[in-house]
């Protein structure tokens, strides 16, 4: 499974590297216009990703923008839904304006922090995706 993190907190986003890590190849950066670029990078490549987290709230770009976006990206070469990229939004906002938008915007489900690996692996089973909880 090819992973990428998306958040600009340092903690957060080694954090979620270091869970993700144990689900397949991970890769992770700091901003919305980076994570544009490393999706756009692999589809190029023929080598999507499966799934990213995306921090909701960053600076320039936000999470919802980097979504709205993939999704563009995905409907432009025309894949289809059960091959799309699964999205996990990351928010410290449990607020149901900051989860409905993000739905909306087409992410899979979303986590609050402060997470841990127990909290992502059953999202990830939930996603479908085959996880131990090591």
């Not at 979303?110 to 939930?126: E, N, R």
Request: some cysteine; charged content about 30%; proline content about 3%.
């Amino acid at each position: 499974m090819k992973i990428l993190v998306v958040d600009d907190e340092m903690v957060s986003r080694e954090k979620m590297k270091m869970i993700m890590s144990h689900f397949g190849e991970c890769d992770a950066v700091e901003s919305g216009a980076d994570a544009v670029e490393m999706f756009t990078k692999a589809w190029n490549a023929w080598s999507p990703y499966d799934l990213s987290s995306l921090d909701v709230q960053m600076p320039e770009m936000s999470g919802v923008e980097v979504l709205n976006r993939i999704r563009g990206m995905e409907r432009e070469k025309n894949v289809p839904e059960s091959k799309r990229v699964k999205v996990v939004m990351v928010t410290a906002r449990s607020d149901k304006d900051t989860i409905m938008t993000s739905i909306q915007a087409g992410c899979n489900d979303y986590v609050i922090k402060p997470f841990d690996k127990t909290v992502v692996a059953k999202k990830l089973a939930q996603l479908g995706f085959a996880v131990n909880l090591f």
